[in-house]
């Protein structure tokens, strides 16, 4: 008796999903020495690669390599993490537009000493950022900045930043802030230049207790007020210029502060350089990619 091997044929279920697995098989797709694989998948999913290094690193007990950026909030920090994690490649930028300084770890190497040959290319992905903050002092005194208020608001912005005023001394603005409070309800009728550069306001009352009475106002031409751009810097001396406007009798008042931007950036540029007396790497101006 002759037995019958023939195979029988496929369904055409089966013959389907033969071919898909033939079509779908698996195919590495060569990309500068990475591992990558592409599948084809049924009509209306999606087609996905595979990065099988990722894969394999996010699985790992351990990462092939460090990656990611630090974000540290003082210079000592920043120093020491770079001082951690520094290699031969890494360097620093210092970017005035943002006063930050970022430490790449794992930059670029250095060219071969005959210059012929390029060192070997970093990633450029392992980093350590350092966003300087603005203080809070700073940012009250440049929030009001050229902002015209009332003399009750003016007042109260003197005194409650009296602790940063450096001449005329605290003890003086505080008592020009209690006039302003004094004369709320006065007419201002006049300026008068003094001097010395300082301005006299004649002013004369109109509440009913105290109305006819008249009297002056003195107010410096200038003050200084002793502020830290950034957490962690030394504050500095920023002057302001008092100013003035009457309007229909009411008074309302202003200060500009001169130079607020070159202050900021020097005072910036002075911890730059303290940074870099503490590192080895080199240091740059600019922004790195």
Known sequence: MTENTTTAPATGIEAAVRAGENVGRLTPIPEDGARFFTQLVPAGARLEHIDLEALEDKLAIFPRRKTGTVHVQDASSFIEYLAKHALSATEVWADLSRTRLVGVINAHDEASEDRITEGVAGHGDHRVALELLPTKAWQKWTGRDKQWLNQSEFAEHLEDNAVDILNPDAATMLEIAEHFHAAVGADFKSAQRLSDGNVSLRYEETTTARAGQSGDLEIPKTFTVALAPFEGAERVPVDAR????INSGKLVLSYALLNVEEIAQ????????????????????????
């Open 266 to 289: 020097r005072v910036f540029l002075d911890y730059v350089d303290s940074v870099r007396a503490e590192i080895t790497a080199p240091l740059f101006q600019g922004r790195p990619e």
């Open 242 to 245: 008092f100013r003035y406007r």
